[in-house]
């Protein structure tokens, strides 16, 4: 799972790196999360991110991944993001 931290936004990519291929992928950017999630601080909307596409990996069949955080300090909004996906069941 790699991380991409924006001024404005938060974008995830699940890499399977055997195949170097994206298995799945989620931003604040998403149509459908922009709907849902409204005008909130940019960290209640990170954690608002991990509660609403947590159950779509544990869908998908993702429950182990390999956490990347791409250089950003783990505070904020990359940390509220990792606790909300711990809160859905994917494991790091």
Same mark, same amino acid.
């Given at each position: 799972?790699?991380?991409?931290?924006?001024?404005?936004?938060?974008?995830?990519?699940?890499?399977?790196?055997?195949?170097?291929?994206?298995?799945?992928?989620?931003?604040?950017?998403?149509?459908?999360?922009?709907?849902?999630?409204?005008?909130? %601080? $940019? #960290?209640?909307?990170? +954690?608002?991110?991990?509660?609403?596409? =947590?159950?779509?990996?544990?869908?998908?069949?993702? %429950? $182990? #991944?390999?956490?990347? +955080?791409?250089?950003?300090?783990?505070? =904020?909004?990359?940390?509220?993001?990792?606790?909300?996906?711990?809160?859905?069941?994917?494991?790091?």
């Amino acid at each position: 799972m790699s991380v991409h931290r924006s001024l404005a936004n938060l974008s995830v990519q699940l890499i399977d790196d055997t195949v170097a291929k994206t298995i799945f992928s989620f931003s604040t950017l998403d149509k459908d999360f922009a709907e849902a999630c409204g005008k909130l %601080s $940019k #960290v209640e909307t990170a +954690r608002k991110l991990g509660k609403f596409f =947590g159950p779509q990996l544990k869908q998908k069949g993702i %429950s $182990k #991944v390999a956490f990347d +955080r791409g250089g950003c300090v783990y505070h =904020g909004r990359v940390k509220a993001l990792a606790e909300a996906l711990r809160e859905a069941g994917v494991e790091f």
